[in-house]
Nanobody
């Protein structure tokens, strides 16, 4: 599975961005999909994840109520809608895929990773 993340950019605080993660090589419909982020000098942290069917999602407390993860299995794409962005959301955002049905929030639980897309939120 190859993952290509896109949609990052520079936005002012309070603004919105939508990240996309396109899969190739295999269909993503049987994978749990997640988004992680890594700020400079910090460890990569969990942001959100969605079950293969799209029926169950989980979010980090820091983004709950502001970010929404979704997927379009027909397009082999996963999205992260980010609203009410804050400067502390600045990071490189990575999408990841996990075989199996259990939604995990830990980095080692994911089998495939995209290359990352930079999100910068100015104050």
């Amino acid at each position: 599975v190859q993952l290509q993340a896109s949609g990052g950019g520079l936005v002012q605080a309070g603004g919105s961005l939508r990240l996309s993660c396109a899969g190739s090589g295999r269909t993503l419909s049987s994978y749990v999909m997640g988004w992680f982020r890594q700020a400079p000098g910090k460890e990569r942290e969990f942001v959100a994840a969605i079950r293969s069917s799209g029926g169950s999602t989980i979010y980090a407390d820091s983004v709950k109520g502001r970010f929404t993860i979704s997927r379009d299995n027909a397009k082999n794409t996963v999205y992260l809608q980010m609203n009410s962005l804050k400067p502390e959301d600045t990071a490189v955002y990575y999408c990841a895929a996990r075989r199996g049905a259990v939604v995990l929030t830990t980095r080692p639980g994911y089998d495939y990773w995209g290359q990352g897309t930079q999100v910068t939120v100015s104050s």
